[in-house]
């Protein structure tokens, strides 16, 4: 606590630049002047414990919020011009394995935990473990880690409201236990995480850090598009149906073959599953697409390999969902990448490309008969263009002139395909009669929106 009261002593309290934007809002709206669980009659400080009040004991543990930990470091930093941060969640497992706790020893050892020696903390030098002290017990350590479920996890539907609710990116591990824990709270596997602002009986220990820390963010996908994106990629068949984005590519392989010194260029990739299941047969892979929201999920995939999104269910209620891109038997290989970009005001940069797929792309454009005037210049010679449309021009609004069929012209109607046709036919040739292609996308448990893609294979002259 003494080091503690150095910070509150320099105006810890009254200066914003130490705290987090957060933070400073707490302190403001508290009118915080040291932690909760001090008391200062004068110049003299106490402490209220869980039935008494004592005069403050500066060797024992501060028991605060994750904000104040937080800018007593940023305090710590900025005057020593050292960087000091809370440890994260794998550092706290990392430092208790190099000081011999595991799971099998974590109740054993000697330590203020589970109302075993006091009914309050206690000397921060009492119970040593390794090289430190307290790394269990005494009082829990706030950290660094927003709490989210390990690849893999699962929510039991018997326990549904405790752990997602607190997978936003608000909550806070707290690790280690404290002098009141018991049960599953005083075991090595403990995980609970409380809002930044909250009161656990927690306290802090600091890391000497040289590079500053990148927090990912795990927490479940819950903008309806991009979730909607993730299922129609990743999630289970419907209805019967297969699986598109894996269909798409199978279409793929059939006309490209399995030529692993070609490049493809996927100009509507959307969250990525046709790109993953092309990536071993491609030497380089482009996967485009005009929103970043629906890259940034793809990007995830091939970062850390899973993603996890919430889908409508029925009224109020949701699925949380979780993909691992080794279930599904794809790889995040380094020949893919993913980029944000227009199809209709594509970059020099994307060109020579021995397979374009072109999929649900065209109806999605301001101007899809530019687009197919000019998907030539970025094909290699003889390469193939694989178009997928449901001809929905009225969509999004395209308008009119900018079609490249569904209308009628000198009294005959012209379908989109001929349209199509009529604008490749000078440097394209078609390789096969077109083929419907089912697409079957869930809105909610009981609400599924399906379309029939047209595809078509072209093959540059």
Known sequence: MVNFLAFVEAGGYKTEDYWTEEGWNWCQYKKAEFPLFWRKNEDKYFLRLFDQEIEMPWNWPVELNYLEAKAFANWKTKTTGKTYRLPTEAEWYRLAEQNGITDNNFNKLQANIGLEKFV????????????????????????????????????????????????????????????????NEATWHARYAFRRHFYQHAGFRLVESENPLIIRNDSYETDSEVAQSCEFNYGKPVLGFNNFPKSIAGICKQYAGNQKSLKLLDLNCDTGR?????????????????????????????????????????GELVHYNDVQLLELGLNPKDNLQFMQADANNLKPIYTGYDVILAINLLEELYNPKQFLASIHERLNAAGILILGSAYDWEKNKIKRENWPGAFKQDGEPVTSFEGIKALLQDNFELVEERQNLPAAKILSSRNVEVSVVEISVWKKR
């Open 274 to 314: 046709t790109v993953f299941e092309l990536s071993d047969s491609f030497k380089q892979i482009t996967g485009i697409d005009f929103s970043a929201r629906f890259i940034r999920m793809a990007i995830q995939l091939q970062e850390q390999g899973f993603i996890r999104y919430i889908t409508k269910d029925e």
């Open 120 to 183: 309050s903390p206690c000397p921060v030098d009492q119970f040593k473990h390794g090289e430190f002290y307290d790394i269990i017990g005494n009082v829990w350590q706030w950290t660094e880690t927003p709490v989210t479920g390990y690849p893999g996890f699962k929510v039991h539907p018997l326990y549904d409201d405790f752990s997602t609710p607190t997978f936003d990116g608000k909550h806070n591990m707290i690790k280690g236990g404290s002098w009141i824990s018991t049960g």
